[in-house]
């Protein structure tokens, strides 16, 4: 998918956002082709270790801007510093429970923040973007696999502010200048990414008010510093109870911004949507067995009854980002569980193991949240 020329090219890509999870890994990636990269980021989630890591000395290093989406100045001055030709916009609230508690915030970050993104590209006349939606703006499937056209019902806040980005967006590569040149924008709904890559390998942020992703989750609890894993729901329509997701590995999700550049460059349509996931569905039970059996160690589940605004069954159809952009995830669920056991410092709970898994340390958070 990454032809040679792209380790050639001009290209200059502002990742905003780049110091979150997907984000370092999406510089990590653009970094490794030989791009020139920088980051914009707040660091409200964002991690500073990861900043320090992407700018190892020996590497091409990608510039750090502290910069917030809210503020449109510094917004001008970043783009007026590195004169991006192409930006990847992540930053923003990304919490569905979150979301229902404080559905304002989500709109002045996500679709606030986007608005003011798309002014300060407008200003510097970069003419590219590629936006982070994400799956949740399906809602619940009429059908599976969720194709691109599956229609759209958002079932939170968070998946609302997603589904009125990906609307400006729309309205924004309609536009053409008097140069002639022509905004153009790619959408990606990711499913749910997961792994690491061991560069990139440190503690996640455990915070109270948040719900992390299944596999910091597991990490957590693998590392001792959560009791058990929580699993909400054991009597949804699947294999063993629990809800079924399309986990990718972030590696590849990656990878997939990468194929956008080239994409945009090849000057196809102005504006694209495309579903980044693995085209599989697993149980959340299913991947806790899987890491289980490919780490030898043992996590202990903690089940509570379903929780509001889950659903029960999700996965991708991935034909149209490998029809378009010849994208194909790589890493299997197995490999995907394999880079989180290399993570945890401390010897893992082995299987064997008799553990007491009543509390948790703090609640609630979600083993399943569709974001
Ligand atoms: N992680 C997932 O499972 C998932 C699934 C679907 C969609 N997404 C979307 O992908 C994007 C990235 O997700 P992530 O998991 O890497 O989240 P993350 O929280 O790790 O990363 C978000 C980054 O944006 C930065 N940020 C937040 N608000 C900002 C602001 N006002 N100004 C500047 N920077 C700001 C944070 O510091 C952080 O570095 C989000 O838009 C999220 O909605 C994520």
Redesign the pocket.
Known sequence: MIRPRMRRSKERVLV??G?????SHVTLHLQRMGLAVAV???????RAEAVAALQQPGKREPSFFL????SPARLEKTFAAFKPTTVVH?????HVGQSFKDPDAYWR?NVG?LKNVLDALDAAECRRIIF????AVYGEPRYLPLDEDHPTAPQSPYAET?LACEALLREWSGRSFENRQENRAVVLR?F??VGYDPYLAFAPHIHEERAP?LADAILDVACRRLLALTIFGTDYQTEDGTCLRDFVHVADVAAAHAGCIEFMGRGRDRFSIYNLGSGRGVTVLNFVRTFERISNFRVPLHFLPRRKGDIARSWADISKVRREMGWEPKLQIEEICQTIGQLCPEPLIPRSANVDCQPTIWQPWGAVNA?
Not at 67 to 70: A, G
């Open positions: 905003v956002g110091a979150g999870y997907i984000g914009a980021d707040n660091l409200s989630t964002g910069t917030d989406v809210l992540l930053a923003g609230l990304k970050s923040g982070s939606s994400s799956a997603k990711y749910n990414p992703a974001q």
